[in-house]
């Protein structure tokens, strides 16, 4: 069985300076907001076209609880539909009230193993690891969800209690690697 090395529950979090869609650096660390959530995420995605929706309503509904930080870090020059460009217009349209990031080296998500899109890493207020995984039991089809995992995470953790969930594994695209980037795979047993 192939398996991913993961970041650590409890791990600390991995700050790093990203440009946002004006070009803007943006350091993860800089937001003060009690929980944070660091979302991989992409423009091209039916896994993120299907959920943004609800990821776009949990930013509204928690604004000044919870801070949504998006990175893209998907080869655009594959996939042209995942370029700056296609940021802000995927921004627009959806209207997404947080900051979207590109991570046009990788290095950002490589240091969090990273993936897919969507993909969720939530932080606490002493920004450590709470949760990691998906947004939903079914991010491509928002009619089917029975499970919004990320919504019920975030609405334990902004009322002081354990989260429900500190696993779900993601579902949704693999993240769009340059190539010679992809992550180690381990042989693991099973």
């Known amino acids: 069985m192939l398996q991913y090395d993961q970041l650590a529950l409890g791990a600390p ?4 300076e990203l440009p946002d869609l004006d070009g803007k650096p943006r350091r993860l660390s800089e937001f003060s907001e009690p929980v944070l959530v660091v979302l991989f995420m992409c423009n091209h995605c039916p896994y993120v076209k299907g ?3 609800e990821i ?37 349209e959806h209207g997404i009230p947080f900051p979207y990031l590109l991570d046009e080296s990788q290095t950002t998500a490589k240091a969090y193993k990273a993936l897919r899109t969507p993909e969720a ?6 920004r450590r690891l709470r949760y990691h ?8 089809n928002p009619e089917g969800v029975s499970e919004h995992t990320l919504a019920l995470v975030l609405e334990a953790l902004t009322q002081g209690a354990e989260p429900p969930f500190t696993r779900a594994d993601a579902i949704g695209c693999t993240i769009k690697w340059k190539p010679g980037n992809e992550p180690t795979v381990t042989i693991g047993q099973g």
């Open 133 to 140: 995984g998906r947004v939903n039991d079914q991010p491509k």
């Open 56 to 92: 776009v309503d949990l930013a509204k509904k928690y604004q000044g609880q919870v801070a949504f930080v998006g990175i893209n870090p998907n080869d655009y020059t594959r996939y042209p539909e995942d370029s700056p460009e296609g940021m802000r217009t995927f921004a627009k």
């Open 51 to 53: 959920s943004i929706k």
């Open 13 to 16: 979090l991995i700050d790093a």
């Open 121 to 126: 890493f939530v932080f606490d207020s002493e």
